[in-house]
């Protein structure tokens, strides 16, 4: 699939199939994760498969009251966990160095933005899942206290098309020179 096809047809899918996903499939995707850019190159994303049914059950457990990708959780083949080992990106020398306080989380959206595209060109569904209690997902994974847990994934062949979203239109989110200058 072309790249802009895949950006412009990725959804976010919480309705599964059962169907197991190939462990070259699930490796290409991942290594798509992994050439992500990252501050400094440090690669500090970290990831976890989740396979286990019991361990997913307890994931969905964790979302907020609601969530409407709780089913998702427990459906999905896989759910991976999304991490980056803390006090790496935005550090030179253990000295923070930029004013975002955690620039992990720009390394580990990079990382997420490759993984659902190729999750997409491969023929796969994911949604974005961060509407939780983190300390207790972290928990439920054995994620270490200098590695911060920023959002769950599930992963799987879509049962049910997600819809399309409304995007505004460029000349609303595009500026030239200096904020809100149009031209």
């Known amino acids: ?39 400094a190159n440090v690669q500090a994303t970290r990831w976890i498969v989740v396979r286990d049914a019991e361990i997913k059950a307890k994931l969905a ?5 609601g969530n409407p990708s709780t089913k998702a959780m427990t459906d999905a083949p896989i759910v991976l966990a999304l991490c980056h080992e803390k006090r790496l990106s935005g550090y030179y020398k253990d000295n923070q160095v930029t004013t975002i306080t955690d620039f992990g ?31 207790l997902a972290a928990d439920i994974l054995a994620v270490p206290e200098d590695v911060q847990l ?9 049962a049910k098309e997600g819809f399309p979203t409304n995007r505004r239109e460029s000349d609303q989110l595009i500026s030239y020179d200096q904020y809100g200058k149009k031209s």
């Open 150 to 158: 920023v959002e769950l994934i599930p992963l799987g062949y879509p």
């Open 105 to 135: 989380l720009f390394d580990a959206g990079l990382a997420a933005a490759n993984l659902t595209l190729a999750a997409q060109a491969e023929g796969l569904g994911t949604v974005h899942v961060a509407a939780m209690n983190l300390e």
């Open 61 to 65: 457990e964790a979302l907020t009251p």
């Open 1 to 39: 699939m072309d790249l802009y096809d895949a950006v412009m047809k990725r959804r976010s899918i919480r309705k599964y199939k059962s169907d197991d996903v190939p462990p070259d499939v699930l490796e290409r995707v991942l290594d798509a994760a992994r050439w992500a850019p990252s501050w």
